[in-house]
C-alpha cells in the first residue's frame, strides 16, 4: 500500500497548530510535541479518527489511549474524580501525570479510546503547543507516542518523521521535550492508587498527594498503554471467521457478510475499528446467546482487529 501522505513538518507557530486543528477537524492524526515525548493527537470523540492513529502506528492490538484535556473542568467532564483524584489533579497537572478514572457513559468518547473499558486514562499536558492545539480545536485529544509501533518513543520532529513520514499529514515542530519518557500513569481508587505505568512523577510525592498508599498493578488486566496484556472480551462465547449466525448468536458482519449489526459494510478497515467495541457491547447487551463475527482481513488495521477479537475468544483462565 503506498504512503498515503507528503508528510509536512512546520514550526509549531501560530500558523501550524491552526494546521493541526484543522488535520484533526478532518478526522486526521497529527504528531505534536508534549513535555513527555511527541504524541500522535486526533479528535478522542471520533473513532474513525482514532482508528487512524492505530493504522499509522501499525499498532498490533487496541490499548486504551491516553485522552489529552485542557483543564479540570474537561477532565471532569470525561471521569468521575472523588477527592483524592481532585489532590493529585491539584498537585500534578498540567505535567506528566495520567489518572485512570471512572469514565462518565455521556462523555462521548469513542469506544477504540478506552479499548471497550469502564475507564479512561486522562492527562491535562504542561508543553505550551499541546495545549495551544487542545485550545484552538476544541476537542479532548487522544494521543500515543508518535511512533511506529515496537520503535523507540520520539523527543524530537526528526524521530517522529523516522517512523512515521508519509503515514500522517502533519508534524508540528518544537524541538527536544523535556523529559523524553511517556507520564506516570496510575489508576485511582477509593482506598488505594495502584501504578500501572512508572514515569518522571516521584512515587512517594504522589501517595503523599493523594493520602493514598500505591501498589502495583493487577498482573494479566489492561487499563492503560504501556502494559502487558489480557484485554476485553464479553460475558458471551464468541465465534470468529462465521459466514452467517448460528441459532441464538447475535452476528456482527463485514463487508458482504450481513449480520445483526455490521462493522462496515463496504470492507473499511478504519471503519471497521472505529465500530469494534461499539459491537461487541451491543451483542453483550443483546438476548442473544452468543456472538458470531464475520471474517476480517488479516492486513493493515485487520490485524489489529483480529489480535482483539482473538483474545475476547480466547477461553477463560479460572
Request: charged share 20%; no cysteine; glycine share 8%.
Amino acid at each position: 500500500m503506498p504512503d498515503p501522505f507528503d508528510t509536512e513538518t512546520l514550526p509549531a507557530d501560530a500558523h501550524g497548530i491552526a494546521r493541526a486543528a484543522e488535520w484533526i477537524a478532518a478526522g486526521q492524526p497529527v504528531a505534536i510535541p508534549t513535555e513527555t515525548v511527541y504524541g500522535l493527537a486526533a479528535d478522542a470523540t471520533m473513532g474513525e479518527a482514532v482508528a487512524r492513529i492505530y493504522a499509522a502506528k501499525g499498532r498490533p492490538s487496541f490499548n486504551p489511549l491516553i485522552v489529552h484535556v485542557p483543564d479540570l473542568a474537561a477532565a471532569e467532564a470525561i471521569a468521575r474524580f472523588d477527592e483524592s483524584a481532585r489532590r493529585l489533579a491539584a498537585r500534578f497537572w498540567p505535567g506528566p501525570l495520567t489518572l485512570v478514572l471512572p469514565l462518565r457513559p455521556e462523555a462521548g468518547i469513542a469506544g477504540i479510546v478506552t479499548a471497550g473499558l469502564p475507564t479512561v486514562a486522562l492527562r491535562m499536558p504542561s508543553h505550551p503547543v499541546m495545549r495551544a492545539v487542545l485550545a484552538k480545536s476544541g476537542r479532548p485529544l487522544a494521543a500515543p507516542s508518535a511512533n511506529a509501533s515496537g520503535t523507540i518513543s520520539p523527543s524530537r520532529a526528526g524521530h517522529v518523521a523516522r517512523t512515521l513520514g508519509g503515514r500522517i499529514p502533519l508534524i508540528l515542530d518544537a524541538g527536544a521535550t523535556a523529559h523524553g519518557l511517556e507520564s506516570t500513569i496510575v489508576a485511582v481508587e477509593h482506598d488505594r492508587l495502584r501504578l500501572l505505568r512508572p514515569g518522571p512523577v516521584d512515587l512517594t510525592r504522589l501517595t503523599e498527594a493523594a493520602g493514598l498508599p500505591l501498589t502495583a498493578a493487577t498482573a494479566g488486566r489492561i487499563e492503560a498503554p504501556g502494559q502487558l496484556a489480557s484485554h476485553y472480551a464479553p460475558s458471551k462465547p464468541l465465534r470468529l471467521d462465521a459466514a452467517a449466525a448460528k441459532p441464538g448468536e447475535w452476528m456482527i458482519g463485514f463487508g458482504a457478510v450481513a449480520g445483526d449489526a455490521t462493522l462496515s459494510v463496504a470492507g473499511d478497515l478504519v471503519e471497521a475499528a472505529a465500530q469494534l467495541f461499539e459491537l461487541l457491547h451491543a451483542a453483550d447487551a443483546s438476548d442473544a446467546a452468543a456472538i458470531a463475527v464475520a471474517p476480517v482481513p488479516q492486513h493493515g488495521l485487520g490485524e489489529a482487529i483480529n489480535d482483539r477479537l482473538r483474545r475476547a475468544a480466547a477461553p477463560r483462565q479460572n
